[in-house]
């Protein structure tokens, strides 16, 4: 039987009714300008924090000066006025966060807290991070044997590895000569489709890996890399060094094992698990056995650090083992009122009451 289109638009009217296709009309329309209005009031949020920022400027970076001021006296007292703490920097202490003195009548951060510290009209929030944790790039580059044991953990092949040391020494030389066949000079880079030359100096920001052949977003950053659903390489959260269900080691990326301004020393008490692990030839299980130990009691000089290690044999670290650290990057967070900024100071110590600031930058 053949329904005219007559009858079957009344009997979709019969079964909904035009009241019921009005009201979804109406709430369709309300939700749209629901999410229009959650768009606007978004956009405004923004707009309104970026006036503050540009209004407060100034303000905002006395605010991150006088913050790494203060790092710089959180770390005077450490050395000074905790007489238990001497002669080691470690991973429990209040500078790096941890819950320092608590049983000391002398405890000079009593009270205290790194975050919400006021200054004047506005507070400072401090994460300090001394860099001695970490292997100066600038220190081992020439090492074939550590760098090729970092590379490895790093996921990179064996004949990658090559190309990435060869590489690396081109960078940091002073002449435009490859090393050898796998070498990268200023004629290789500026063959790429976004051009650039060779740095022929120092490594300054250890980002600068990611432009050497070979070094590619996943050996850099390690677990903590992942592609977003964009298709873009992007850096997210994780990456520790430790074993999976299967046994298996993850690994780490360079940027967890190296950084470029230290004194070359690698404080035992405050390096990663990666660190460690290339301090100790390899061993996995010597460096996570390590962090599990300077929990409970940090190496308290370069006496201990073979209790701590479980010995140093076969340590082939290109710089020296320590307790202590010299060099620290504070990384400031400035607020005012509605206004907030990032800043990043590098200082060094050269004595116990000596703090220099080495540079300060937004971040």
């Not at 880079?189 to 590619?216: H, M, S, V």
Request: with cysteine.
């Amino acid at each position: 039987m053949k329904i005219s289109r007559k009858t079957s638009r009344s009997g979709f009217a019969r079964a909904y009714g035009d009241s019921g296709i009005a009201l979804i009309i109406v709430l369709l329309t309300l939700f749209s300008l629901g999410v229009m209005a959650g768009i606007f009031s978004y956009a405004m949020k923004v707009e309104t924090r970026l006036a503050a920022n540009t209004t407060s400027g100034v303000e905002l970076e006395w605010l991150g000066r006088s913050g790494v001021e203060i790092a710089k006296w959180i770390l005077v007292q450490q050395e000074t006025q905790v007489p238990s703490d001497r002669g080691h920097i470690s991973l429990n202490q209040f500078w790096a966060g941890g819950p320092g003195p608590v049983d000391s009548v002398d405890n000079p951060f009593a009270g205290m807290s790194l975050s919400g510290i006021p200054v004047g009209d506005g507070t400072v929030t401090l994460e300090i991070t001394d860099q001695e944790r970490w292997m100066n790039i600038n220190s081992v580059y020439r090492n074939p044997i550590m760098m090729e044991s970092a590379l490895s953990m790093a996921g990179a092949a064996a004949s990658d590895a090559s190309v990435i040391t060869d590489a690396l020494l081109d960078w940091v030389d002073r002449d435009n000569i490859p090393q050898a066949a796998n070498g990268a000079e200023s004629e290789f880079y500026l063959a790429l489709a976004q051009p650039f030359e060779a740095k022929n100096g120092t490594i300054d920001d250890l980002r600068e890996l990611l432009l050497i052949r070979g070094i590619t977003p996943a050996i850099f950053w390690g677990p903590k890399w992942r592609v977003s659903a964009m298709g873009s390489g992007e850096e997210s959260v994780g990456g520790a060094l430790a074993v999976g269900e299967d046994g298996a080691d993850p690994g780490a990326g360079l940027s967890e094992m190296f950084c470029t301004v230290s004194t070359g020393r690698i404080n035992v008490n405050t390096a990663p698990e990666p660190v460690l692990r290339l301090l100790l030839g390899g061993d996995a299980a010597r460096a996570r056995e390590a962090v599990r130990l300077r929990q409970e009691l940090p190496a308290r000089d370069v006496g201990d650090v073979a209790r701590l290690l479980g010995g140093v044999t076969g340590v082939t670290a290109g710089g020296q083992l320590s307790t202590q650290s010299f060099t620290y990057s504070v990384r400031v967070t400035a607020q005012l009122g509605a206004a907030r900024e990032t800043f990043v100071g590098l200082i060094s110590r050269s004595g116990a009451r000596d703090y220099q600031t080495l540079s300060f930058r937004r971040e």
